[in-house]
């Protein structure tokens, strides 16, 4: 069984802060993982995504990611957040064997003030 | 824009009854997911079509069925409906059913609202 957790339904920082969106993902296989974003009354999009080839990944708009087997985690970052990046970041496991649907996280929500 | 059609955009009905969501994939896609998204249960995985056929299961009620048809567009049928049916209803498609990674693209969501 895969699942996912995500650390804080809600972070805020400071424009041009450090942005970091936690996640923790269980998996008895090889897992893929992604980020999604969801701005407010829209569909998902897709920040980035790990599927085992380079273990830091990068993404869209400045976003990458660690994958870190040892603490089996896949935390989000960006160097400086901009007031655009307030949006709500879900982290999600999927099986590279087989089937991909995707389990997803909670959800962490991303207030970004000046 | 993901490519990914929904439609309605906002459904409101009554207990009881029955409603039809659908979805257009992204053109050249085979693969159609269908998500559940509610403030208590999170984002769920509904059920997965490749290509017509039902590929995978995820926690659907009875009360749910879908089909992907042979223009590969699919549809969300809700019976019977309830309160708690009340959620963001989102597609995703994909290029193939699973056995290499491929990225889903969301469409934009159909708000279902119970009353």
């Known amino acids: 069984a895969q699942s996912v957790t995500q650390l804080g339904s809600h972070v805020s920082v400071s424009e041009g802060a450090l942005v970091l969106l936690r996640c923790n993902y269980s998996?008895?296989?090889?897992?893929?993982l992604f980020w999604y974003v969801q701005y407010p009354n829209q569909g998902l999009q897709l920040l980035l995504k790990?599927?085992?080839?380079?273990?830091l990944v990068k993404g869209i708009n400045g976003f990458e990611a660690e994958f870190k087997k040892s603490e089996t985690s896949f935390h989000l970052t960006k160097p400086s957040a901009h007031m655009s990046d307030a949006a709500e970041y879900f982290c999600?496991?999927?099986?590279?064997?087989?089937?991909?649907?995707?389990?997803f996280g909670a959800g962490t929500r991303l207030a970004v003030h000046p | 824009d993901s490519g990914v059609t929904q439609t309605p955009k906002h459904l409101i009905t009554a207990t009881g009854q029955r409603v039809t969501l659908r979805c257009s994939p992204r053109?050249?896609?085979?693969?159609v997911y269908w998500y559940q998204q509610s403030l208590d249960q999170g984002l769920q995985f509904l059920i997965q079509?490749?290509?017509?056929?039902?590929?995978a299961k995820g926690n659907i009620l009875e009360r749910f069925s879908a089909q992907q048809f042979p223009d590969l567009h699919s549809e969300l049928n809700l019976s019977s409906l309830e309160l708690g049916d009340s959620a963001l209803y989102f597609c995703?498609?994909?290029?193939?059913?699973?056995?290499?990674?491929?990225?889903?693209?969301f469409g934009p969501g159909t708000r279902l609202t119970v009353l």
């Open positions: 053109s050249g896609d085979l693969s």
């Open positions: 790990y599927t085992s080839a380079a273990t």
């Open positions: 079509y490749y290509n017509g056929e039902e590929r």
């Open positions: 995703a498609s994909s290029v193939d059913g699973g056995t290499n990674y491929n990225e889903q693209f």
């Open positions: 999600a496991v999927s099986s590279s064997r087989g089937y991909n649907k995707l389990i």
């Open positions: 998996s008895s296989v090889p897992p893929y």
